[in-house]
Every structure is written in C-alpha cells, then in structure tokens.
C-alpha cells in the first residue's frame, strides 16, 4: 500500500511558477514510477508527467513541454513537479500517482494509487 499526500497548490498570476510537492509513505517508493495528472472542471482527468523509478526516464505532455519539469527524491520519498510560465490552461486539480512497478507510462489507468489533489488557479 502506499499512500500520496500533494502539496503546494494555489493561487498564481499567468507567466509565474509554481512548485507542487508529493510525499509517499509505505512500502517500496524507489521501486515505483511516479505520474502528475491534472483534471479541469468538466474534463476528463489527463497526464501531465511521469518518472521513472531511477529518474532515468521522465515524459510529458505536449501541453506542458519545456515548461513543466518533474523530479523525484527517493531518500525522501517525494516527487515534485517544477511548473513555469503558467497559463490560464493549466488551472485544474493535481493529482500525485504511483505505479506498482518501475516504469514511466501515461495513462492513468497504469497507477494504482492516488493522492486525494492539490487545487492549482492560474489568474490571467
């Protein structure tokens, strides 16, 4: 089992940065790829980043290329997401995943575990 807590959502004018933050507890968090998704109201939830369990892969979403960066730090069982020049499109509720094994993927239906989301409103 492995439970997901995120952090660091809020509020943010369009052009900034914002840095969201999720911390795992229980078992085998370096063995597992971690994934950021996000969902806006009215849509269906979607893939934003994903790493693998060494860092030696990482992958992203057109939309959030070159602007979003995700990292992980398995001593402190954290995996965060470094998100710059924010627009108005990236407002949703973010969420943290974990897979069951060690390989980055998309979709969301390759993550077992959850966090409950961190709401991110980006004001234009």
């Known amino acids: 089992q492995v439970q997901l807590v995120e952090s660091g959502g809020g509020l943010v004018q369009a052009g900034g940065s914002l840095s969201l933050s999720c911390t795992a507890s229980?078992?085998?968090?370096?063995?597992?790829?971690m994934g950021w998704f996000r969902q806006a109201p009215g849509k269906e939830r979607e893939f934003v980043a994903s790493?693998?369990?060494?860092?030696?892969?990482?992958y992203y979403s057109d939309s959030v290329k070159g602007r979003f960066t995700i990292s992980r730090n398995n001593a402190k069982n954290t995996v965060n997401l470094q998100m710059s020049s924010v627009e108005p499109e990236d407002t949703a509720v973010y969420y943290c995943?974990?897979?069951?094994?060690?390989?980055?993927?998309?979709?969301?239906?390759?993550?077992?575990?959850w966090g409950q989301g961190t709401q991110v409103t980006v004001s234009s």
């Open positions: 790493i693998s369990r060494t860092s030696a892969s990482t």
């Open positions: 229980g078992s085998s968090f370096s063995s597992r790829a």
């Open positions: 995943a974990a897979r069951d094994s060690g390989g980055a993927r998309f979709g969301p239906q390759e993550y077992a575990y």
